[in-house]
């Protein structure tokens, strides 16, 4: 198992970092906020899980143990896999989920791009006794109308640390908004790649 990579960053693309690590460079799959915290050429750690398959080896990155281990028990679940626990990792903090679980928040799992409500029922079930207890309290969320839409606040996050000036990042955002609100649940990494085409063509 490689449990963390470190060195400095080469690459910060569309849901994926490239971290140099002894001259070979780790391709990580990482959300959007993950994506965020990274700066090219700055060192960074992340800790990792592998997830192999027939055809694939795939690592994926997150800013801490608590997170990577989090993503292990979410992506362990019957019919969630690890392209769905990292969307809801993308969502929401381990301890804001593992609050939402412990208080039987179906409409929390709702808001993770993929969840219906049948499925949420489900994992609320699935989750109740693996996550844990909370460590702690966590913030209440703000209602939908005090504030950005949390794809919004992430397709930001996510264009600040490819390393596009705030502004720019507010322009890309608010160009793609008629995308999204044409989704019944926005995908923030096919709204990233489509906002990162419009910067290109604008530069």
Known sequence: ?????QGPVAVVGAGVAVVEVGGVGMAVQCTP????????????????SLVVREDSLTLFGF?????????????AAPGVGPKLAQAIL???SPEALRVAIAGGDEKALIA????GKAKAAKLLLEYKDKLGAPHGSVPAQKPVAAGPAPWHEQLHAALVGLGYAPREAEEAV????????AQSVPDVGALLRL????????R
């Not at 906002?195 to 604008?202: E, F, K, S, V, Y």
């Open 1 to 5: 198992m490689i449990a963390f990579v």
């Open 33 to 48: 906020a993950t994506l965020a915290t990274l700066r090219v050429g700055e060192t960074a750690r992340l800790a990792t």
């Open 63 to 75: 800013v801490d143990d608590d997170e990577r281990a989090t993503f292990e028990v979410l992506q």
């Open 90 to 92: 993308g969502t929401h």
């Open 112 to 115: 993770v791009p993929g969840i």
């Open 174 to 181: 608010a160009r793609v908004t008629p995308e999204a609100e």
């Open 195 to 202: 906002a990162l085409r419009g910067l290109n063509r604008a």
